[in-house]
């Protein structure tokens, strides 16, 4: 399959914002890959190689695609340097600098020699796994050998994937939805395929699989421990009295832990450990591997828990920013287990002993966690009551608290509480300390833009601008900008943060009325408090849900100085949560 067929639907996405036109475009060039590559169409088209829980990243050091954008042009890297800063993107410098060259010269381009999505892939592969001695110069010739055979169009988008910023803006949803309507029956295989995303989140397996066995195919994908599974959400209301209606008037409760969500797959050769956003964690806490080793008596399992940080003169918890420093880390890892010990705190179970456990309630599975674990200081089950009392679980929130947690998430234990992978729904409901002051709660926003700060932050961003997710439309609506709660070195540092997802123009899954200085990818989240959710008629988030013509804002929103890496941008707080909040608060007003 030749590349441009590729480059050609990239800029046919590229050139509009509607999903339902880039679906389209989406469903037509997969119609027409050949099943044996229609993996590495889907991973291409992600901007990626593999799925994320692999590990691999394409990656390349901007400075090294400058040279080989310059040496396949033939002019200086100083002009290209110059010319990136000009664009903004070296895909639109690579295409102008090569179709100027084939126009001003006599160069020989061969055009019997077409560029196909095999050899693209290939290369790439090697740029990401070449390392050692000569590794930057291996790695320029790979991507100059690309640059070669492209035609200008092309050029432009390898060099966007090559470097990370592909920024087509479609995400998983959308391709899941392309995929049902190439290969199967639109909206009535749709959820098939997502329940496949959901235990096996591996794009190009499933794109391969449906056009290989079509949908009967993907009916029969199981979960495999290894292959991490998406993690179950909770819904959130904000009182223990609307949760125990909610629940049927009875419900577990468990400790709300402010750690690291992590997935555990366990067999007796060895342990692999994901974070909620699908990333390989093994080599980053061997102390975690170890303990669950000793703590599991079977075969294989798959444990959903939470990693907390302890202090280890008191035993204490200690919050999230102190686990989040074992992060990324490839040295010293020693050192930090011995100053940032973690106990992981147990509370599901997935699959165990060959069985799938996702089908089977709550009860079942949380009597099958405490049968096969055996805790240890290190090891040990969520703590939990079920109840039906208000004052016994009034209690029991606050020993949480005291305890150093959150709050308490209420699961359901019904026959319906099955482990619901990927969803967010109210089988588990979140209920932190700050329900009880109106939004003193704290929210997980997306960044989407900025403003050019001024007096003492010029030079930087001044505010930021944020956005609530909206999952039923696959969109970002803004809530507030947010000025508050940064240290001055925070501050400073914030165009070098947002350095690599700049963009010329509003994110096409980015919904805003108002005119940001600064447009960015939306892909950092933030944690944030404010005073009160209040209705805004410029502010998109929930737009005529509550009232026709208003959206919600977040009044004298602060951030928290937590950055939530744990969480994708879908993750983030949804326009939903948002209403049922305002809601809550309108109903204390009213009372």
């Known amino acids: 399959m030749l590349y441009r067929e590729l480059a050609e639907t990239y800029e046919k996405i590229e050139g509009t ?73 070296l895909g639109t410098v690579s295409e102008e600098l090569l179709k100027k060259k084939r126009q001003k010269s006599l160069f020989s381009f061969n055009t019997d020699e077409k560029l196909s999505v095999e050899k693209v892939y290939e290369n790439f592969v090697k740029i990401a796994g070449t390392e050692g001695s000569g590794s930057q110069d291996k790695k320029i010739k790979l991507l100059v050998e690309l640059f070669n055979v492209a035609t200008p169009r092309e050029a432009r988008y390898i060099a966007r994937t090559v470097v990370g910023k592909l920024r087509l803006g479609i995400a998983d949803m959308t391709i899941l939805d392309a995929l049902a309507a190439a290969f199967g029956d639109g909206k009535e295989h749709r959820k098939y395929v997502e329940r496949a995303y959901n235990i096996h989140p591996d794009l190009g397996y499933i794109a391969k699989v449906l056009a290989a066995e079509g949908v009967e195919g993907v009916i029969n994908i199981q979960i495999e421990v290894g292959v991490p599974i998406r993690a179950m959400l909770a819904e959130r209301l904000p009182s223990l009295e609307e949760i125990l209606k909610k629940m049927g008037g009875r419900a577990a409760f468990e400790y709300k832990y ?29 102390d975690v591997i170890s303990a669950i080793g000793e703590a599991f008596k079977g075969d294989n399992a798959i444990f959903d828990g939470e990693a907390v940080p302890v202090d280890v003169n008191t035993g204490e918890l200690l919050p999230f920013q102190m686990v989040s420093h074992r992060r990324g880390r490839k040295y010293g890892i020693e050192k930090i287990i011995d100053e940032i010990p973690v106990v992981l705190f147990l509370f599901d179970v997935l699959y165990l002993n060959g069985e799938d456990m996702t089908t089977k309630p709550y009860s079942v599975r949380r009597k099958a966690l405490e049968e096969w674990i055996t805790e240890t200081d290190r090891v040990k089950f969520a703590h939990r009551i079920v109840s039906d009392n208000l004052d016994e679980i009034r209690l029991f929130f606050d020993k949480a608290i005291a305890d150093g947690c959150e709050g308490l998430v209420a699961k359901n234990i019904g026959d319906e509480s ?23 709660d704290t929210l997980d926003l997306v960044v989407v833009g900025a403003f050019a700060g001024k007096g003492r932050r010029k030079g930087t961003y001044g505010a930021l601008l944020m956005a609530a997710y909206n999952p039923d439309k696959d969109s970002f609506e803004t809530v507030c900008k947010l000025g508050s709660g940064f240290t ?41 408090v404010g005073a009160e959710i ?31 890496d744990d969480k994708s941008p879908e993750e983030a707080t949804t326009t939903k949560e948002l209403v049922e909040m305002y809601r809550s608060q309108v109903k204390k007003v009213e009372k």
């Not at 797959?265 to 692999?272: A, I, L, R, S």
């Not at 410029?538 to 939530?564: M, N, Q, Y």
């Open 17 to 89: 914002t509607k999903r339902l036109e880039m679906t389209d475009y989406l469903v037509e060039l997969l119609k027409k890959t050949p099943h044996d590559i229609i993996d590495k169409v889907v991973y291409l088209t992600q901007g990626k190689l593999y799925p994320d829980f692999v590990g691999v990243e394409l990656g390349l050091a901007e400075k090294l695609a400058v040279k080989a954008v310059a040496l396949a042009s033939g002019v200086s890297e100083k002009k290209v340097v110059e010319l990136l800063y000009n664009y903004g993107d």
């Open 258 to 286: 402010d750690g690291m969500r992590i997935q555990a797959h366990v067999t007796k050769d060895k342990t692999v450990l994901y974070s909620r956003r699908l990333e390989n964690l093994t080599s980053q806490f061997p």
């Open 418 to 440: 099955i482990y619901r992978a990927g969803a967010r729904e109210f089988l588990w409901i979140k209920y932190k300390r700050d329900y009880r002051i109106e939004l003193i």
């Open 488 to 528: 001055d070195e925070q501050l400073a540092g914030l165009p070098r943060m947002f350095e690599g997802l700049l963009l010329k123009e509003r994110h096409p899954r980015v919904w805003s009325e108002i005119e940001a200085d600064y447009w960015f990818v939306p892909r950092i989240v933030m944690e944030v």
């Open 534 to 564: 209040t209705l805004s008629p410029t502010h998109t988030c929930a737009r005529d849900v509550v009232e026709h013509g208003s959206g919600l804002a977040i009044r004298f929103p602060r951030f928290t100085g937590k950055w939530r």
